[in-house]
T-cell receptor, first 114, second 115 residues
Framework: DTEVTQTPKHLVMGMTNKKSLKCEQH?????MYWYKQKAKKPPELMFV???????INESVPSRFSPECPNSSLLNLHLHALQPEDSALYLC?????????????FGDGTRLSIL | AQSVTQLGSHVSVSEGALVLLRCNYS??????LFWYVQYPNQGLQLLLK??????LVKGINGFEAEFKKSETSFHLTKPSAHMSDAAEYFCAVSPTSDSWGKLQFGAGTQVVVTP
């Protein structure tokens, strides 16, 4: 059982839809991350939140909009996505942003864009 | 700049045989090092980490890794493979400098365990 919970597990949406991915952790972690993972590839960092503030945006297109409502929740709002955005989206958390802190991953949301 | 190389994108091992997955890093200062495993349709699970304490690190599920500064390596081993070890394994590094640096993943090694 993972301590980082992501919903939904699967999502199929059209290019004109608006949807949101949700991530929740109750480990008291203060850093949270969104990654995108294509098949047979390592995860690619998208965003980092530290103490509920966006600290890193890895030049992600504006059709992806992150939000951190509180220290336990992380959302990723999706709008006007492209077929190449189909991937596994992973959320992770760590105690803080310090480099020696391991990241704990959720099981991801598998997103398919029609 | 740091980088990490995993030698071998696919490894096939017999059940009961030694599992050896290779990871080399390149950075001027030894980084923090991690091994993660990803089972099908799941996220990444931390196997073990090296954060400048003991050079031989023991992890979960019988895995261990040895940090060798002279070889800039952090290879992962398990004495006896189980069928349940079939998965994708990622080595990852992060810098030990004060400035934030993202977790850099290797390309991954797919492990297949044959009966």
């Amino acid at each position: 059982d993972t301590e980082v919970t992501q919903t939904p597990k699967h999502l199929v949406m059209g290019m004109t839809n608006k949807k949101s991915l949700k991530c929740e952790q109750h480990m008291g972690h203060r850093a949270m991350y969104w990654y995108k993972q294509k098949a047979k590839k390592p995860p690619e960092l998208m965003f980092v939140y530290s103490y509920e503030k966006l600290s890193i945006n890895e030049s992600v297109p504006s059709r992806f909009s992150p939000e951190c409502p509180n220290s336990s929740l992380l959302n990723l709002h999706l709008h006007a996505l492209q077929p190449e955005d189909s991937a596994l989206y992973l959320c992770a958390s760590s105690q803080n942003e310090k480099q020696n802190q391991p990241q704990h991953f959720g099981d991801g949301t598998r997103l398919s864009i029609l | 700049a740091q980088s990490v190389t995993q030698l071998g994108s696919h490894v096939s091992v017999s059940e009961g045989a030694l599992v050896l997955l290779r990871c080399n890093y390149s950075s001027s200062v030894p980084p923090y090092l991690f091994w993660y495993v990803q089972y099908p349709n799941q996220g990444l699970q931390l196997l073990l980490k090296y954060t400048s304490a003991a050079t031989l690190v023991k992890g979960i599920n019988g895995f261990e890794a040895e940090f060798k500064k002279s070889e800039t390596s952090f290879h992962l081993t398990k004495p006896s493979a189980h069928m349940s070890d079939a998965a994708e394994y990622f080595c990852a590094v992060s810098p030990t400098s004060d400035s934030w640096g993202k977790l850099q993943f290797g390309a991954g090694t797919q492990v297949v365990v044959t009966p």
